[in-house]
Every structure is written in structure tokens, then in C-alpha cells.
């Protein structure tokens, strides 16, 4: 069954250990974000960048003024990827969206097509599981109505997005039937892991 889908990246957080937006560090001569637009731009007509405030969107717009993104900024302020993907939800005008994270820049053409081709059949979500059972919700495939759900969860506090994976019905699909070469999971969180 071919679903219409969006694409979302979420770039809200600064990287701790990173000291900066993760999204704009310069990877081979490329902010991180913009190698993700590469990979992702041929197979989505719609694509959303979701940023913390007005202060790094202005910082995103200086990147991407041609380009055929919406970039945003969190309906909810300060509740971490979870308000993002709130925000995103509200905004796409398909029936679902892959998620993915800006520190992620390795995600592959393999990994992409999988996703579009998992069918969704009820699943409010599509997502990637390790062996040992730790979930990567955000490289996952959603569905708009979940987006009551993260409500309720920002109301009470609750900012993890695991914790929305467990309340909702989520697909859960090993991470190398998603990408066998597993780089699409690899993130960049320390300045090391930008060695390729």
C-alpha cells in the first residue's frame, strides 16, 4: 500500500558535548543538516526542519533561503525532540512522516526506500530496534494522529520519546532490515565522531 509521507527533521538541541548546534557543524565541507537534505530531498515533497526558537531559525534561514523546506520552530518550547515531533506532526499535510534527527548524517538511500516501503497497516509508528531491544525512535515513521498523544505526554512532563513508542502501537522492525550497513544510526555526539 503507497502512503503519502512527509519528512521531518528534528534540530532543536545544541549537542552538549558538541558545544554548538549540531546541525550546522561542517562535516567534508557540509553542514549536517544539508547532507541529510541531500539524501532525503528526491523522495519527499514536503520536508519540515523544526528548530528550538527564532534565534537558530534565523541562523537555518542563512543556509536555506532556495531551498523547498519549511523550517519551524517548537509549538511547545523546551520539551527536547518530542516537542519537535509535536510540531511536525501539526504542520505536515500527509498522513505520515519520517523522522530523523540532525546528528545523523550518514542516514542512507537504503535505509530511506525500507521505510517508504514498510507498510503501515494500523501501526501508529514504524520503528528501529537493536537486538538487545533499545529502540531508535527518532529514525522512525509516525502517523499525524499520535500527535494527541505527545499532548497529553508534554502535559505531563513527559519529554521522552521512547516513552511515546511503549503507549502507542508501534511497529517494531530490526535496524538491519532498515539499513543492513547500519551507518544510518550512526550519530554525531562528540567531535571524534566526525572521523570518518
Same mark, same amino acid.
Given at each position: 500500500m503507497k502512503v503519502s509521507i512527509s519528512a521531518i527533521i528534528l534540530c532543536g538541541g545544541h549537542g552538549r558535548r558538541m558545544g554548538r548546534d549540531k546541525g550546522l557543524i561542517i562535516l567534508e565541507g557540509k553542514p549536517l543538516i544539508a547532507r541529510i537534505l541531500d539524501k532525503i530531498k528526491p523522495y519527499f515533497d514536503e520536508i519540515f526542519i523544526i528548530l528550538? &526558537?527564532? /534565534? /537558530?531559525?534565523?541562523?537555518? #534561514?542563512? #543556509?536555506?533561503?532556495?531551498?523547498k523546506v519549511k523550517i519551524l520552530t517548537d509549538i511547545i518550547k523546551g520539551k527536547g525532540p518530542l516537542g519537535g515531533l509535536l510540531t511536525g506532526l501539526l504542520n505536515i499535510k500527509s498522513e505520515y512522516a519520517l523522522v530523523l534527527p540532525c546528528d545523523s548524517p550518514f542516514i542512507t538511500r537504503e535505509f530511506i526506500e525500507n521505510c517508504l516501503k514498510m507498510d503501515m497497516g494500523d501501526y501508529d509508528a514504524i520503528?528501529?530496534?537493536? @537486538? &538487545? @531491544?533499545? #529502540?531508535e525512535p527518532l529514525h522512525g515513521v509516525y502517523n499525524q494522529r499520535v500527535a494527541e498523544r505527545i499532548h497529553k505526554l508534554l502535559l505531563w512532563d513527559e519529554r521522552r520519546v521512547n516513552t511515546l513508542a511503549k503507549i502507542i502501537r508501534s511497529r517494531l522492525v530490526p535496524v538491519e532490515e532498515l539499513d543492513p550497513s547500519l551507518e544510518s544510526f550512526r550519530n554525531v555526539n562528540r567531535p571524534e565522531d566526525l572521523r570518518i
Open positions: 528550538r &526558537d527564532e /534565534q /537558530q531559525k534565523k541562523e537555518y #534561514l542563512k #543556509l536555506f533561503k532556495e531551498e520503528i528501529p530496534v537493536w @537486538g &538487545d @531491544g533499545k #529502540l
